[in-house]
């Protein structure tokens, strides 16, 4: 079946984007489901991208992202470099604080973990390293979403904000209000907005142009800590990676326009 529009190039594409987190082996009765293609022509494009290494196939017809195709990841511009200045930093908050590090990037309309250190008897929480997050209720979301063109914040809010728990924002104008600290301050603190019972506190990192390109964050259990304590230590581990990107404390973060102050009636 020709699907008019769509070059072989982008079907291949939509296979291999199936693979996420908790999806990393898949059936062709996955992909076909997944992708919503004809199940002759996702066989064809999966062996096309067996024959080339970018998926595995196993004895019992299961696919997994290929060696070939991790390789070619490993060689994003951003995700190792930042990964590889920010692992110092990471590994001193977390052998401080024993609680969740993490370093997050934003993509599309989520914040992805590229990286996290955690303690055995940490909180549990329902991110993992290339998992998302979203932007308006987690700590790296919030700091990312801040530093982000106006477009996105318009974007999260037009397709409507989950409320997770009670605590939760999803009123347009407190998201502004608390996006609006964030940039001023550099910091986000949130309390159980994600997941019950999880707080975290946030901070931006600034590359050598003064653009935010990532957030790092500290996951705490709710009233274990004083979140107050842990905003010097982030903020010092952030500012320490930024440096070390090339930022320097004469080049501001660079502001984006938020858009029309948020009413009050």
């Not at 984007?17 to 996702?42: E, I, K, N, Q, W």
């Not at 908050?93 to 370093?103: E, F, G, I, K, S």
């Not at 107050?228 to 952030?238: K, L």
Request: with cysteine; net charge positive.
């Amino acid at each position: 079946m020709n699907e008019p529009g769509r070059t072989v190039s982008s079907r291949l594409l939509d296979v291999l984007f199936t693979f996420r987190p908790g999806h990393s082996r898949l059936t062709l009765a996955d992909l076909t489901r997944r992708t919503g293609m004809p199940h002759a022509t996702v066989r064809r494009l999966a062996l096309h991208l067996v024959e080339a290494g970018a998926l595995d196939r196993a004895p019992d017809g299961g696919f997994t992202v290929g060696v070939r195709m991790w390789q070619l990841g490993a060689l994003a511009p951003l995700g190792v470099p930042l990964r590889t200045v920010a692992l110092p930093f990471m590994d001193d908050l977390h052998t401080a604080l024993r609680q969740h590090v993490q370093l997050a990037v934003l993509e599309g309309a989520e914040a992805v973990i590229v990286e996290r250190l955690s303690a055995a008897d940490a909180v549990g929480v329902i991110s993992r390293v290339g998992g998302s997050l979203p932007l308006h209720s987690s700590g790296v979301g919030k700091v990312l979403l801040a530093h982000a063109d106006a477009g996105l914040l318009d974007q999260v809010i037009d397709q409507g904000m989950t409320r997770y728990t009670p605590r939760t924002i999803t009123e347009p104008a407190r998201l502004k209000d608390a996006l609006g600290e964030c940039r001023r301050t550099g910091v986000a603190v949130v309390r159980e907005e994600t997941t019950p019972g999880v707080d975290s506190v946030a901070t931006r990192i600034i590359d050598a142009d003064g653009e935010v390109v990532a957030a790092l964050s500290v996951v705490v259990r709710s009233g274990s800590v004083d979140l107050r304590t842990m905003i010097p230590a982030v903020v010092t581990s952030g500012l320490g990676v930024s440096r070390r990107l090339g930022w320097h404390p004469p080049v501001r973060s660079r502001q984006h326009s938020p858009g029309p102050p948020a009413s009050r009636s």
